[in-house]
């Protein structure tokens, strides 16, 4: 499913969430975000999210990612491979298969062609397995981070990592 500004978009509701992407985000923001999480992810599905993840809070957004599942060593193997994956996600939310392509867009939008600086690489804290650090610049990028949550649901279930439930993984 294409997840980016240009793909599929039940209700508009992620573009919803994307217009209330304001430097102060409100209560308002947060809600439209967490209705937009639940049409990807519904609450009887094999991989689950909770709407926190991502979710602007005031003027900060928590750029972390865990996964809570019975299988927390395969949550690991299909966390490092999501985020190689993530590394190649732009501010639109498009995937790119190469540097490459990247380079290309860059050369057309230099700001719609940024991908994340830095993801860490998957870490246990008990049962849960997460990414610490995903580096946005401290910016909210509501179709990358559309498109994070789609990577890492697909590398879950490609692993087996089912049922599984996306949370965010902050030490705050």
């Known amino acids: 499913m294409d997840t980016s500004r240009y793909g599929v978009d039940p209700g508009g509701l992620w573009a919803a969430a994307d217009q209330a992407s304001s430097p102060y985000p409100g209560p308002s923001d947060a809600m439209a975000w967490r209705l937009a999480v639940k049409t990807d992810f519904p609450d009887d599905g094999d991989v689950m999210c909770d709407p926190n993840t991502f979710a602007p809070h005031g003027e900060w957004v928590d750029v972390t990612l865990g996964v809570l599942c019975f299988a927390p060593d395969l949550a690991e193997k ?31 939008d230099e700001e719609e062609a940024y991908t994340p600086n830095y993801i ?27 498109t994070f949550l789609r990577i890492v649901a697909e590398e879950l279930r490609a692993e087996g990592a089912v049922p599984a439930k996306i949370v965010p993984f902050s030490s705050r």
């Not at 999501?82 to 639109?92: H, K, L, T, W």
């Open 120 to 146: 860490s690489a998957p870490e246990r804290r008990g049962d849960v397995v997460g990414l610490s650090n995903i580096d946005t610049k401290g910016e909210r990028y509501t179709w990358m981070f559309r």
């Open 78 to 108: 299909a966390l490092a491979r999501a985020a190689g994956r993530m590394s190649m996600v732009a501010v639109d939310g498009r995937e790119y298969a190469t540097w490459e392509e990247l380079e290309e867009l860059e050369m057309e």
